[in-house]
């Protein structure tokens, strides 16, 4: 049988504010335990949660950057459950009445070879508070509570299930994780948490409009995991429902040194919670002014500077949504092509896509890391434009940049006369060059007087190799097949 795999994803994401979601206490991770917990936090008899309104600002940010609806009036629910790390009881949320209502995002990813885009309808953002962290590996036959993390503000992220695959999941995250951090609303640290991951899975034979029974796997930090859980966990309910067992309806956990998904709970629907309104929180309403305010000081949105690279700089949409991935590319990007000119934008974006990025990956830097810089990069690219070096020679010197580390915006022009890296365009030194290789290699000249026009790439790398790789490439193949032609 045919099987279709249906994904939805809740993301919570830890908001940037200075303090907690309804109380002054600090945020600071790897803080000593139990010291950044004030009395709202660990629930004494008469405290009263305020709300933050830095937490709103950034709800109300993510949502007009979704295209969602801001709701005008919001309000706050009790989440009741019992968890040692919780220790009111219940956790303050939002349910019928969420703040962010509906929305898309739109991302790419490669699919059998081909670069797509598509786009995942938001169900809604709602705010809440984080609880706190259980720590079982420090104590001997017992567990330590941590209440630091308690009442951290999340903005939890729910989609539709519109997703088919891991690697649609993971371009979705990306994309999610890519945008947060773009409006300034989260740091998107996975290591530290801030960024975690629910994945719900079902699988359903293809062609069926009723969805199957879903499992949820928690907290999962890294894209890798994600991708890796999404495929154990697809695998495992295809083999129970072809072996005639039934899929049931639980939260997960992925454990990714025995590649398996192990059932950590029973999955509560939202009657096992008891939703309630909070008493202590009024409602949350939010007016048409605020909204204006918090979209003034927004930053260009992702949509919007691909849409003006494609227009303004005549940029591939595909190359225009790998620049606009992250901020810190886009604002590179933007900054060598503003250094290089318009003329050179495709040349820019081809080094970003290519050896820039390739070399950060590599060396585990992030571009707002890069030892060379966008002035440095637009010079360098300027150079090749004007004939000055060649893309071979180009190669070398970015590699000699990037050892280079150095701030000196005249790093290229130095690199390129004290390494001798000029481009031979001389007339006379290429002709001497070309007369050498047609004498040294009679039978690839033959050839291609034969009519076997590719017979001259052989006779262009000679020349390449005898000039160093110095040579200007386009006047050097217009003087060869000049001398083959007489």
Known sequence: ???????????????TTESKIFSGSPIKFGAEANTQ?????????????????????RAIRFGLAVGAKVAPQSVFARKNYFY???????????????VVIGGALTFGYEKDGEFVTKTVNLTRAHLEEDAGKSLHEDYAGMSGIDLNRAGTPLL???????????????AYAKALHSLVMWLGVCDGNMQEGSFRCDVNVSVRPKGQKEFGTRCEIKNLNSFRFIEEAVHVEVRRQIELIEDGGKVVQATRLYDPDRKETREMRSKED???????????????????????????????????????????????????LILTASKAMATYFVAVVESAGKDNAKA????????????????????????????????????????TINNKTAKELFGDMWAAKSANDNLVDELIESKGLKQISDTGALEAIVNEVISNN?????????????????L???????????????????????????
């Open 442 to 458: 009679a039978k690839s000249v033959e050839q291609y007087r034969a009519g076997k026009e590719a017979a001259i790439n052989a």
């Open 37 to 57: 917990a004030s009395p709202v936090d660990l629930a004494l008899p008469g405290v009263l949660p305020v709300m933050n309104k830095q937490a709103v600002d």
């Open 156 to 170: 939890e992220i729910v989609s539709e299930p519109e997703i088919r695959s891991a690697a649609e999941a993971v």
């Open 1 to 15: 049988m045919e099987w279709e795999v249906v994904i939805g994803l809740e993301n919570h994401v830890q908001l």
């Open 84 to 98: 040692p790390d919780l220790p009111k009881g219940y956790q303050i949320s939002q349910f019928e009445d969420p």
């Open 270 to 320: 939202a009657q096992d919670y008891r939703y309630f309104p909070d008493p202590d929180l009024p409602p949350l309403i939010i007016s048409d002014a605020w909204i204006a305010q918090v979209k003034a000081s927004m930053p260009e949105l992702p949509a919007a500077m691909r849409a003006r690279f494609i227009s303004e700089y005549a940029l591939p949409e595909y190359d225009a």
């Open 460 to 486: 262009i790398g000679q020349a390449m190799k005898a000039s160093r790789g110095k040579a200007n490439p386009a006047q050097l193949t217009e003087l060869l097949k000049a001398k083959l032609a007489g």
């Open 348 to 387: 820019a974006a081809n080094w970003l896509m290519g050896d820039v990025s390739s070399t950060l990956n590599r060396e585990g830097v992030d571009i707002a890391d890069a030892p060379v810089s966008p002035a440095q990069l637009a010079l360098m690219i300027k150079r090749i434009a004007d004939g």
